[in-house]
Every structure is written in C-alpha cells, then in structure tokens.
C-alpha cells in the first residue's frame, strides 16, 4: 500500500466513523421527537420538509449559495468528495488534468450508477501555454457481431413509434454493452497533458473504495439497480452480480450508509501497477470478456485489445461577441449550438423589436421560443447525428449562421410545432460532469458515464465496476445513419462546452442528463449571455427539458407555476413537473487568464445535485 493510500484511507475512515450513526437518511433522536437530520425521502412528514425556504440576505433572493472563488485552482462536480480530490491533487503540485482524473475517480466510487471504468469519456482542455483547445472522444465502439441481424435473430427490431435513437434496442443488459473508453482515455489525456500517473491520480479512488464513504443525499436516491436480464426479451431481472457488488445485505444505501467496494479498489489498483494495459489486455479483460460470453454478448478480446480513442476537433460558433466551442458528432453537443444560432437570427424574426432579454424568463413567449429552438435543432440532431467514421455528418452546413435564417419560418411564434409522427422514446441518461483549473491557467470539460442509472445493469463479478449501455441509443432502422454495426459509435448524448474571447478562455460549461445535455447547454449560455447571470444563477434559474419524438415539455414546478397553463394553450404537450429531468450543471469562468498576479477563477455547481465548487 503506498503512502498517499494510506494518507487517504485514514481521511475517508475518519469521515465515515462521523456519520456512521445514520440509518434511513435520519439520525435517531428521542421518543416521541420528530427524527433528526431528514433527508425528506421517506420521512417527508416530519414537518421540516414542509417549512418556507429563507431568502438569501443579498443579490438574487433564489440563488441557492454564492458562487466560489479562487486564485489558484477549482474543482467542480456532482459530489463533495471528489471535488475535494481532485483539489488535494491540485495542492499536492498536479494540474487540471490530473485533477479531473483524480475527481472522476472518486466519482466511480461514490456516484456509482452515473460512471464507472466500463463507460464512456469526452473532454475538452485548454492547454495555456498553446492557448489552444484539445478535444478527447473516448466513447465506446460496438462489439463484433453487433449487426441489425444477429439482434433480429434475437428478437429486436426497429420500432416503428420510435423515430430516434435507439429504435428496437433493449434499455439494458449485455447487447448494449459497447467496448469502454475511460480507462483508455483517462492514461491518454494524463500522458499528453497530465504531469502525475495513475498511482497518484487513482490513489484518493482506492482509498474510498477500500475504507468506505457515506453515501450522499442525492446519489441515494438515484441508487437503484435497473433490470438487465434475460438476453431475449430483456429486461425482467436483475443481475445477481450487481446485487451482491452494489447492495448491502440486498438493499441500496440510503444517505449517511457507509458502502465498500474492495473488487473496485483491486481493479484501481491493478490499473495504477499496469496501467490501461491492465484493462484492455489483462485480467480485466478476460473477466470483462468471461461475464459477456455468459449472458450471450459478442465481445471478444480483440475488440478489447484493438479499443482506441481519438483526439478530435472541436466544433464552434459565435454568440453574443463569444466564440462558443462544443463536441462534434456522434456527440449531440453540436446541437447547442445550432440552438443558439436559431435563437440569435431567428428571435427578431419571431418577434421584431424584442430580445429574450426584454422577453425575459417570467414570459410564457419566451420558454415558446426557447423550446421551438431547440425543436429545429434536434430535428436536425436526428436526421444527421452519428459515427462520423461510417457515415457523412453536414456539420458546417448544419452550423452556419444561413442554416439556421432558413429554419425561421418553421415556428409559428404564437403555437407549438409538432416534430414528427406521433411517438414514444425512452429518455434514460444518467452521467457526470466535471471541470477543473490550475495556477497554469490549464482548464479543462469533462464528461464521463455509464449512460443510464447503472449502464446496463451488468457487473464485471471480481472487479466491482458496472458496464455501460452506451449501445443502446443506437437503431436497429436500417435508414438510420446511426444503425448499429461492428466497432462502429453510437449516437452519444454526452456534451462538453468551452467559452472563448479570441485566444483567451473564458468558461467551462457543463450540463449532464441524457438529450438534456445540448438543451441545457443552449439554455445556460443564455442565461449568462442574454440574461446576465453569474455561474450559480445560470444553474439556480429553472429550466425545461424537451422530448424530440414524443414532443413531450417538461419545466420544474416554479416554472410550471408561473408558464405551464399559457404554455399548454399554445399547443405544448406538457408532462409533470420534474427538477430529476434537469440535470446537473458545472461550470469555471476565469478572469484575467494571462496575469497569473490577477486572476481569478469562478465557479457554479448545480443545487439539484449534491456537489460543490472548491478553490485554493
């Protein structure tokens, strides 16, 4: 065991034996008293969680907490503990990039369902010394013998209702398992950047695995396993690998449980002895390999061994004297930016002499404007977005400010459009993101994930780590340019966003969940370019989350409150309100980038979440 293990080990064991007197998200108080501490989850009577919030003493009354600021480095993500990781990494001498592997990490330890070394990893850094952008996509490739037949031969066909991704592929189990990326592009961005290795970076990881942690509030409530079994006719059960991996005594952790995984510290540890070799070609391989050929995957060792990540150029637009930079395909991101560029020529055509600012966000016209945006751009989204290695994606076309004029006279200002035939698609997406900075001035957008709660629902049995079901958002429509073929990607909803001045950085933008990432994205640019909002305000403001094929609307209560009913007589098809649908949002701005002497970090992480925003 190293030294830095152990120096973990005892942090995390001290936090546990602090909280190790919880059980159901309560502490036990006296008789007849209400229970301490409640979660308001399965408590919600004790009359705390019927009390009025208090309004912040200064600024905007609803801004959850102040945004964090920092000279020297920042970490943002969905969970409090791994931020702190990856901060401990910044002071111990790393930078952003061992930071943000290190926080990733954790984030397989302690927000399991959401990402794991069987998933999937994009990213973009800026590297100040060239200031330039680098963009990773570490996405996984469909194994061999992934054809439309051999699912026909077991009983999955396209779905005639479902016009999107994933058409006919099961939600779960092993037929959606496509070869990880993670781990092969987490020693790729440390060997190119990073200035630490996997024994450093992966150490804070093994620790809490080995010693344990308290589950948080949130992630509690997400810890759910889905169904994964059989291979026809999936999904009816569960995986008893999973159970016996991430149950205690057959049941999920509530909040303040402590929970272990030591098969996840051993698979830490044989990558911090071996490396990503140790995944794609070792013992992990050959388990990963074993445990598909006895559910009926077509995996092999050679899709493993041949697995490669690539570097990639990111794609952009201007917005508001901005330049805007997103993933490109089979990442949706680029999509963001297409909303933005249909909101940018389109809104003073929709409405003259008024501006989503005048409009401002107590306005039922602007939440119309806003989704009929984000309409044009998935109708596109769909139609062209997929592995650009098989097939051609129009990407500059599709991201010219001409593109976007000519897609104006599709929205009627004052009614809903439809999208489409009538129809229905799953919308599973579960992922986490992170951002990080360093006394460099390096800054880096992250995005890691099993896809869905739990990917696949399949666990590696010895090694403690889920397998992500990344596969099924392809289709098994034989039109589809995104039709499921050997090593081919899938259609991929993960997003990362960057904010320039001219060669100067000015912004991480982070926003995970499924088809609400690009959505999000677009939203948040908003909010802090038209509306004027800090980082935690961009995240605090209430948003909406659009289903493309249903053509279903989704807004938070508040919003619901204030819009819904005018919303619903202009034609939207509204479901209930739901803050889960929303996802998570992360995101650093810098100020001064180039004068070490007065720059500044700021940060913003979504309340809906459990994280924070740390600086030194």
Known sequence: MTKTTTAWRRGSAALALGVAITLGGSVLAQT??????????????????????????????????????????????????AAQAGLQILKNGGNAIDAAVATAAVLNVVEPM????????????YVAKEHKLYALNASGMAPTGATPEHFASLGYHADPKNWGPSSGMPSGGILTVTAPGSVWGWEAILKRFGTMGFKQVLAPAESYA??????SQRIAHDWRLPKALPLKGCCTSVDPDSVAAWYIDGKPPVAGQIYRNPDLAKTFRLL??????????????????????????TMTLDDLANYHGEWVEPVHTSYHGHEVYELPPPSQDWAALEMINVLEQCVPVWTPGQTLASLGPRSAEYWHLMVEAKKL?????????????????PIDELLSKAHARSLCGKVDPRHASATGPAGEASGLGDTIVLSTADDQGNMVAWVNSNYSGFGSGITVPGYGFILHNRGGLFSLDPKSPNVIAPHKRPYNT???????????????????????????HAQ????????GANLQMATDMARFRHSQVPNRLVL?????????????????????????????????????????????????????????????
Not at 53 to 65: L, N
Not at 114 to 125: C, R, S
């Open 32 to 81: 007849g008293s209400s229970p301490l501490f409640s979660t308001c989850e399965k408590d919600a009577a004790t009359p705390a969680c019927n009390a009025i919030r208090g309004d912040r003493a200064e600024g905007w009354p609803a801004q959850s907490r102040a945004e964090v600021f920092a000279q020297h480095g920042m970490v943002t993500t969905s969970q409090p503990l």
């Open 114 to 125: 959401n990402v794991g070394v069987g998933g999937d990893l994009f990213a973009i850094v």
């Open 210 to 215: 080995q010693g344990g942690f308290p589950v």
């Open 272 to 297: 911090q002895a071996g490396g990503a070799q140790a995944f794609y070609h070792g013992e992990i391989a050959k388990a990963l390999v074993a445990k598909s050929t006895a559910l009926g995957g």
């Open 377 to 393: 751009a998935y109708a596109d989204l769909i139609r062209f977005n997929a592995d650009p290695n098989f097939v051609k994606v």
């Open 494 to 520: 993960l997003a990362a966003g960057f904010v320039m001045d001219g060669s100067n950085p000015l912004m991480t933008l982070l926003l995970m969940g499924g088809d609400m990432q690009a959505q999000g």
């Open 524 to 531: 948040a640019l908003v909010n802090i370019f038209d509306l």
């Open 556 to 616: 938070e209560q508040p919003l619901y409150d204030a819009v819904g009913k005018d919303l619903a007589a202009m034609g939207h098809k509204l479901g209930p309100a739901d803050s889960a649908a929303m996802g998570g949002f992360q995101a650093i701005a810098v100020s001064h980038p180039e004068d070490k002497a007065r720059r500044v970090y700021r940060a913003g992480s979504d309340h809906r979440k459990d994280g924070q925003a740390v600086g030194w």
